[in-house]
């Protein structure tokens, strides 16, 4: 049973436009999310953590978005560039437990 | 500033050797270590974590064993590898204190098991 799904699993897009990837979990009660991008062959590097109590956190040209009630958190990409081209990774804490659920990622390629 | 160290980054073994994996983190001290691994196309699947010396969780039951003899050493093994072994491994430490705290991965480790 898949708790954290990612959509959609594969996505192309051209340089400077925009673009939003989902992610629904069934995880609950769970004590944060996080947004994780990962270069071909490379470990993941975080882009955001929110806590469930949180309803958005930026960096950069990166900013996500959490629904508690709908359970859904969205990644949107603005002005995309080539270096996002990646793999981004949604992962869900259930509270109270030390380890991550992740989701199988949203591939990301930014075309000139 | 905290660095994670795993190796060797690439590694093709036979079916049936044995596997050792090292990741070593620095500038910080009693982290949370952690081993995953990521099939292709697949989300990261925690294999072993540790909050201490000697202290080993196991997430998945297979032919894999992990050990932390120092305090921000981690190392994951096998005595005998099965092709399905294959995959990107990932060490990763996070501070003492889980929740909310980021994690942090290493570069990962290429294992072909042929």
């Known amino acids: 049973k898949n708790q954290v799904e990612q959509s959609p699993q594969s996505l192309i897009i051209l340089e400077g436009k925009n673009c939003t990837l989902q992610?629904?979990?069934?995880?609950?009660?769970?004590?944060?999310l996080r947004w994780y991008k990962q270069d071909t062959g490379r470990g993941p590097v975080s882009l955001t953590i929110?806590?469930?109590?949180?309803n958005t956190k930026s960096n950069g040209r990166y900013t996500a978005t959490l629904d508690a009630d709908t359970k859904q958190s969205s990644l949107h990409i603005t002005a995309s560039q080539l270096s996002d081209s990646a793999s981004y990774i949604c992962?869900?804490?259930?509270?109270?437990?030390?380890?991550?659920?992740f989701g199988a990622g949203t591939r990301l390629a930014v075309h000139p | 500033s905290q660095t994670i160290h795993q190796w060797p980054a690439t590694l093709v073994q036979p079916v049936g050797s044995p596997l050792s994996l090292e990741c070593t983190v620095e500038?910080?001290?009693?982290?949370?270590l952690y081993w995953y691994r990521q099939a292709a196309g697949r989300g990261l699947q925690l294999l072993f974590y540790?909050?201490?010396?000697?202290?080993i969780s196991s997430e998945v039951p297979q032919n894999l064993s992990a050990s932390r003899p120092q305090d921000r050493q981690f190392i994951l093994s096998s005595k005998k590898l099965l092709l399905s072994d294959s995959g990107f491994y990932l060490c990763?430490?996070?501070?003492?204190?889980?929740?909310?705290?980021?994690?942090?991965f290493g570069e990962g480790s290429w294992l072909t098991v042929v």
């Open positions: 990763a430490w996070s501070p003492q204190g889980f929740s909310g705290n980021t994690i942090y």
């Open positions: 929110m806590t469930f109590s949180e």
């Open positions: 992610c629904n979990y069934t995880v609950s009660p769970f004590s944060n």
């Open positions: 500038g910080t001290s009693n982290p949370n």
């Open positions: 540790s909050v201490g010396i000697g202290q």
């Open positions: 992962v869900v804490t259930p509270r109270g437990y030390n380890k991550l659920i």
